[in-house]
């Protein structure tokens, strides 16, 4: 990996970690549609901006359509399972499943012909399924409705960021990340917007909340997922993917330390088995060296 992708690869975790602690205030005074509909429009506003002002030619490619299904996926559904799950299961429990991303991008690229399954790579999905039950399973808060649909919710955000990123990597591999940046937001924002006829603005937000939805799409949004699939671009989507446990680390820190959410030591220990079914899946863990025949 090159200086510059590690770079990025640190910024995304520290970035996306801490979003968290933003995704929180904005969806309490937007609610979890308008924030991620207020915030895809304001990601491709920044970044159009930040084009015209530094002169950069955006060439965007023939076929909208794969923009959109990234916009769908990558953001819109991702965003909306997050925004939705995060308030009702708590950060640091949504950063834990943010962790199983890897593991439904590994599926993903096998059903697709671009990744061979190992022996290793069975064991690791074996190990994030046990780890998913265990997360679910023995959680540290009561098991209500609304804690089993913010998992479900969250099953659903991280499936449709393995699909969308894989799609990216599939479809858009000769388009830049700031063209499929752009053209993911509008679309995600587009698919969001009829929601919000479902699902208002629970009141009138504060200034300190358009500050803070400003930062939410400018910051975390806008400029981490043009690194991002610049990173898919560069080293592939499962290798980028696997920012995602950085991710978890720093957010469960987060949640643990500043928000002071509970956490049972069997969710913790889930959340252990996730990474290392996920290390197993990527290829992250040394495999052992073969002895060398003697002649």
């Not at 506003?45 to 076929?63: E, N």
């Not at 039950?133 to 609304?146: D, E, I, W």
């Not at 720093?250 to 969710?267: K, R, W, Y």
Request: aromatic fraction near 10%; charge should be positive; hydrophobic fraction near 60%.
């Amino acid at each position: 990996m090159r200086l510059r992708d590690l770079a990025a690869y640190l910024f995304l975790a520290v970035a996306w970690g801490f979003s968290f602690l933003l995704l929180l205030k904005v969806v309490a005074a937007f609610g979890w549609v308008g924030a991620v509909t207020f915030r895809c429009f304001i990601a491709a506003a920044i970044l159009i901006l930040m084009a015209r002002l530094t002169r950069r030619r955006l060439v965007f490619p023939a076929r909208f359509m794969p923009l959109a299904v990234v916009g769908a996926t990558t953001v819109a559904g991702q965003l909306i399972g997050l925004s939705y799950a995060t308030p009702r299961i708590g950060t640091a429990m949504a950063a834990i499943f943010v962790a199983s991303i890897p593991l439904f991008s590994m599926v993903i690229s096998r059903f697709w012909g671009l990744e061979a399954i190992t022996p290793a790579r069975v064991l690791g999905l074996t190990l994030g399924t046990i780890g998913l039950l265990m997360l679910v399973g023995f959680p540290a808060v009561p098991v209500t409705p609304t804690f089993l649909l913010g998992c479900a919710a969250m099953l659903f955000s991280t499936f449709s960021a393995a699909f969308g990123s894989n799609y990216a990597s599939r479809h858009l591999a000769g388009t830049g990340p700031w063209e499929v940046t752009v053209g993911a937001f509008l679309s995600g924002g587009l698919i969001a917007l009829p929601l919000i006829a479902v699902v208002p603005v629970p009141g009138a937000p504060q200034p300190i909340d358009y500050l803070y939805l400003v930062a939410l799409a400018g910051l975390m949004s806008a400029l981490t997922y043009v690194l991002y699939f610049g990173l898919v671009s560069s080293i592939g989507a499962t290798r980028a993917i696997s920012v995602e446990f950085a991710v978890t680390v720093v957010a469960v820190l987060v949640g643990a330390l500043v928000l002071d959410e509970p956490l049972s030591l069997m969710q913790i220990a889930g959340g252990a088995v996730i990474i290392a079914g996920c290390a197993l899946v990527l290829g992250l863990m040394p495999a052992k060296a073969k002895i060398p025949l003697q002649p």
